[in-house]
């Protein structure tokens, strides 16, 4: 029997094995072994529930699936570490993404993989298909696009819609930085933290942990610091004018300094000595994959606590601890959007689930710990009652 804890090398066999066909597949929720099963489930008896919904549009909640179903949305220009790929190559990924749905949320959902990157085109097909999916999950769409495409499809949809590379990400962060600081007896808003990378995942960290009360946010890009700089696009210029409190300037080096929390989410290696110029007892996230800015062993020599994105690592900071949760717990609550309270809500459940286990190697839950999405799903829909954005 496999343990949870397993971590054996997986072979290039396994894998292509593990995909051929497909991982999805679409199951009958009512058995059809007779004449009566096909009256009721066909015709003739289906045109009573089409006639009913005809004369009643809010009928389909309760006798079709769309009420409950996620669409998870991509046009692969930013897919895992692999960059542009297109839609069809992506479509491995979004597969993925539904059984993650299903399993750890009890949620159906679909992937929709669209052969264009316009904004404006993605936004008028999922208006189109609005009423066959109950949420949008959008996944793996390359930034600065990704904050236009949900912004409008926000406003254009009366749906829970969610970026999750960048709101999962920055949720379950949250809750590792909470986490880690229960641990260490330290509190958020005393501390600054680094983020290296100012890309979707980036940007919504440093949106969250300025919601969530942080000291101070230190963000840079491949230039460096981006406060005080020119040429900004419109979200790095939003958040040079709310972060950098200190007032730094230059690169890596000069933003570690003192630094309480290192968050990487860039894709670039750094200098291990830089570490050693952070805060006493520092912590340090190295969440790029499948290779962390720094091996997690190093970073260990100068951190308190750290953590990465990969599962054989301790603390993995994974999204699948936040979606499933968030949007079964929307969708429970009937929610009309995702809002910053609900997404505060579900960090701060996920901390209480492992708040009775937690040390410097479990600063989160594991990824498995069936506990998690029903707790995350039952304080979202508490935070969607408490906004007045529940059904």
């Known amino acids: 029997m496999e343990r949870e804890d397993d971590h054996s090398p997986v072979s290039d066999d396994e894998i292509f094995a593990g995909h051929e066909g497909g991982k999805l597949a679409v199951a009958a929720t009512r058995p059809i072994s007779r004449p009566r099963d096909l009256s009721v489930a066909y015709t003739p008896g289906v045109a009573k529930v089409s006639r009913a919904i005809a004369e009643d549009a809010a009928l389909a909640q309760r006798y079709t699936w769309a009420d409950r179903l996620v669409v998870v949305v991509s046009d692969g220009t930013a897919v895992l570490g692999l960059g542009d790929i297109g839609a069809s190559a992506s479509l491995p990924v979004m597969e993925g993404k539904s059984v993650l749905f299903k399993t750890f949320g009890g949620l159906d959902s ?12 993605i936004v008028e097909t999922l208006v189109r298909l609005r009423p066959s999916f109950g949420a949008v999950n959008l996944e793996d769409i390359s930034a600065p696009r990704c904050f ?50 100012a890309g979707a995942a980036g940007v919504a960290c440093a949106r ?47 933003a570690l300094r003192g630094a309480d929390v290192f968050l990487g989410l860039s894709g670039a290696t750094i200098d291990e000595s830089l570490l050693g110029t952070m805060a006493d007892d520092a912590i340090v996230f190295a ?71 937690l040390g410097p190697d479990r600063i989160v839950p594991s990824p498995l710990d069936p506990r998690v999405a029903p707790e995350v799903a039952a304080a979202v829909a508490k935070a969607a009652v408490e906004d007045g954005v529940a059904g």
């Open 287 to 357: 969440l790029s994959n499948p290779d962390p800015e720094v091996h997690p062993a190093v970073a260990a020599r100068y951190a308190a606590i750290v953590a990465t994105g990969r599962s054989d690592f301790p603390n993995q900071i994974n999204n699948v601890l936040a979606f499933p949760g968030v949007f079964r717990g929307a969708l429970d609550a009937g929610a009309r959007a995702i809002t910053e309270n609900m997404k505060l809500a579900a960090a701060d459940a996920i901390v209480a689930v492992a708040q009775d286990d």
């Open 208 to 254: 969250i942990l300025q919601e969530a009360g942080i000291g101070d946010v230190t963000l840079l890009d491949s230039k460096g610091i981006v406060s005080g700089r020119a040429g900004l696009n419109p979200v790095k210029e939003q958040l040079a004018g709310t972060t950098n409190k200190a007032g730094l300037t230059g690169g890596l080096a000069d």
């Open 148 to 197: 236009e495409l949900e912004d409008k499809l926000k406003a254009a949809l009366d749906c829970p819609v969610m970026h999750d590379d960048q709101h999962g990400t920055a949720i379950v962060t949250l809750a590792a930085l909470r986490g880690a600081n229960l641990v260490l007896g330290k509190d958020i808003a005393d501390q600054r933290v680094v983020i290296s990378g």
């Open 110 to 121: 679909i992937p929709l993989v669209l052969d264009t990157t316009d904004v404006d085109e």
